[in-house]
T-cell receptor, first 115, second 112 residues
Framework: NAGVMQNPRHLVRRRGQEARLRCSPM?????VYWYRQLPEEGLKFMVY????????ESGMPKERFSAEFPKEGPSILRIQQVVRGDSAAYFC?????????????FGPGTRLTVL | GESVGLHLPTLSVQEGDNSIINCAYS??????FIWYKQESGKGPQFIID?????DKRQGQRVTVLLNKTVKHLSLQIAATQPGDSAVYFC???????????FGAGTRLFVKA
């Protein structure tokens, strides 16, 4: 049973470039969540998606950030024109169909460094 | 706004002792609470959860206590081992909501 997979594990970008973070949920899971974590801090909710739908993006910055979870393939968190403040660990979690409050299982994260 | 916070940012215990990590939450509508363990360089790992219709739940070496009156949650780890060293997060959500709100975390050090 593969867990939640994220790639790349580490991503280095220069200011102004684009960052694409990918997340494959656990098999059978249809809910995907993205979180951001700064060093020595907790996880901040960004967005909650189901297949082809964004359910809640209230934690997502209004500009430069977007997320999708297509019918086929992984969920993508896209950050355009990255700035140094975007440097953080980005975690994806998934949960099975049903209640959105069911336990979320986390991937290993993508550590983004913006130079 | 809504928040989940922790009383102690760091906790140091002797191997073999019991550990208690505390958490306060402010949203009275929250009805589902989870404890996660995060080791360095890894994603959070589910430890145990509890719904608001319970006040205690036990797992293997871990117990979660929920006091809704004072909006307090605690994680007890029995016979703490070096492998328990990590950051522990409490988190809350509520039925019909979509967000899971995480606290800032408590770092647990286990001394051999």
């Amino acid at each position: 049973n593969a867990g939640v997979m994220q790639n790349p594990r580490h991503l280095v970008r220069r200011r102004g470039q684009e960052a694409r973070l990918r997340c494959s949920p656990m098999k059978g899971h249809s809910h995907v969540y993205w979180y951001r974590q700064l060093p020595e801090e907790g996880l901040k909710f960004m967005v909650y998606l189901q297949k082809e739908n964004i359910i809640d993006e209230s934690g997502m910055p209004k500009e430069r950030f977007s997320a999708e979870f297509p019918k086929e393939g992984p969920s993508i968190l896209r950050i355009q024109q990255v700035v140094r403040g975007d440097s953080a660990a980005y975690f994806c979690a998934s949960s099975p169909p049903g209640r959105s409050t069911d336990t979320q299982y986390f991937g290993p994260g993508t550590r983004l460094t913006v130079l | 706004g809504e928040s989940v916070g922790l009383h102690l940012p760091t906790l140091s215990v002797q191997e073999g002792d019991n550990s208690i990590i505390n958490c306060a939450y402010s949203n009275s509508a929250s009805d589902y609470f989870i404890w996660y363990k995060q080791e360095s360089g890894k994603g959070p790992q589910f430890i145990i959860d509890i719904r608001s219709n319970m006040d205690k739940r036990q797992g293997q070496r871990v117990t979660v206590l929920l006091n809704k009156t004072v909006k307090h949650l605690s994680l007890q780890i029995a016979a703490t081992q070096p492998g328990d060293s990590a950051v522990y997060f409490c988190a809350e959500s509520h039925t019909g909501g979509f967000k899971t709100i995480f606290g800032a975390g408590t770092r647990l050090f286990v001394k051999a």
